[in-house]
């Protein structure tokens, strides 16, 4: 007979489990940190501890570890350990527990992962850098929130860990370049004290390139002009694009310093002087001591045991401070009856943000393009919403161009200065002043290069001529007299910027003699040619007149005959050139000059109207 199983016997349940569904047989599985890794990280329900890097704080030489591991809810958290504890598992763990770490409860279980985190080689190593800006030997260039490489190498750079509680709004990259060269760069172009601004940014990062010193543009105007716009525009550069992160001059004098320190090597914004608390006097004071000790480049040296001394490897700085106010420091030096010192005017320079005949910083729109307060206000409110559409990016592509190519540009940076001192008029003894158009030389330089680098789209002899109008109205900001030729010059872009003149192909096509002249073009651009006497009455007096043709020839502007005597002003036949209009039936004596900017051309009709 065969035997049954025999039954084990069950103990009583209570009737607990009486509708508990079969439990499915456990496997025996390796514990999930040992697992595979997904995309270099374990499973997201599992627990994990990974070195990510080593760190090396440049200013102090601490080095420490950072661990990332598994928070609750799927997070990810970091930790950074100092080396002498990051080898210590007991020290380890309790650091990542205390940062919620989810960890296995049994303390055998999380020593082990421990364990292996402290045992493998961290995937990256890094250096805290102490300062902002340059770091040539290691190929890049230290931002607040990151860091622009133009080369490769094993060690990775990061911004000093002092820039992370910034006294301002964020910076930040948004947007791409393709959609602001189409909205904020080309919208500048119609102002001169926008592409002003916006070559201030370009040039910040050239002055440790070419050895200058860091110095001060100050655009001061009436209320709603486009000031704080223009700073937007400039700004949107390295970054900021929105008005509440610009830093301002509601600050005390170190904060300014620490501000220029977080700015290295870049443009330092600081929005409206008129928040700059004291009275008169007491500003004027204030004002006079921040321009000497930026122009110095260097912060208030303390106790070295002081906790607010500044570390000495970011104490010095470089860059172009660009400020908003709505009075000019030279204004501020009256109302307290003084008078500037010229190192103030080597260091400082007033630029009005309206130029003569305009309303608002747009002082070279169209001739078609409507006018008034209402049509200006929506192009200036349409930048500002641009600026905050696209931010940051220039500056990446800037930097990245400078540094691959930094030897060549250390010199053609120089050459582009030289260029632009060279148009002005200035006397050799007047240092202050010297000084000043090398400064603005460098911003002329600044802005050729970044059209060099497509990402301006504007003319270079366009951008030439805005920066040398910022700086002639400088010059009378300051008091400074302009001399004979400067004043000719500024009267005659004037006349000509209101001559009625009709386009012909060439001089001879024309039917009958044009009163004044006529505008032709070639590969190059426009050409005028006007009556000699007609030059004559378009100046007060023809010394002035005179003056005029003597800076067109100095810029190789005047097409004069090869046999032409040397210029002088007791006459202007080394000037004039014979021409033929009417099939050759007419002849007459006229100037003849290349013009480099837009002319608005009326027809035919019109002229001879």
Known sequence: MQSRPTKAKRQPDNGRDRHRAPQPQRQSVAPPWRGPAVAGRPPSAAPFISKIANAEHEQTGDGFDIFEFRKPLGRVGTVSI???EAVIETAVLKKIRQKNGVLPKSDAAATQIVRAAISSAPKEYRLLSQHTGWRLPDRCFVLLNRVINFGSSELKVCP???????????VSMVGTIETWKETVAAEAQYSTRLMLMISCAFAAPLLRLVGRPPFIINVFGRSKAGKTTGLLAATSVIGIGQEEGLPNWNTTDAGLMEVARLFNDSLVPANELALMKGGKADRRIRVKQLIYAFGEGRDTTRHSE???ATPRGSVTFRGILLSTSEKSFQQQANEAIETR?????????DVPAISKGSTTIFDRLPEHTPSG??????????????CALSSGCAMVHFIKLVG???AEIAKQAPALVQEFVSSLRISDDDGPLMHAASNFGIIFAGGALAIKAELLDWDRELLRSAIASCFEDFRNACERPEDSITRARRHLVDAVRKLKMPSVRSVATLESTPKVGVWTKDEKGWIAVIHSTRFDAMFPDQ????DALIWLDERGWLRKTKQANAATRD????AERTVKIDNGRNRFRAIIFRWPRKVEVPSKKAASD
């Open 543 to 546: 010394t002035m007149a005179r």
């Open 160 to 170: 000093p860990p002092w820039t992370e509680q910034l006294p301002f709004g964020p």
């Open 373 to 386: 307060a209402r049509g200006a206000r929506k192009r200036l409110v349409a930048l500002r919403q641009a």
């Open 306 to 308: 002081s906790s607010f």
């Open 341 to 349: 010192d010229d190192g103030e005017i080597a260091r400082a320079h």
């Open 571 to 574: 006459n202007k036949k080394w």
């Open 82 to 84: 100092a080396r002498d």
């Open 404 to 406: 691959k190519h930094q």
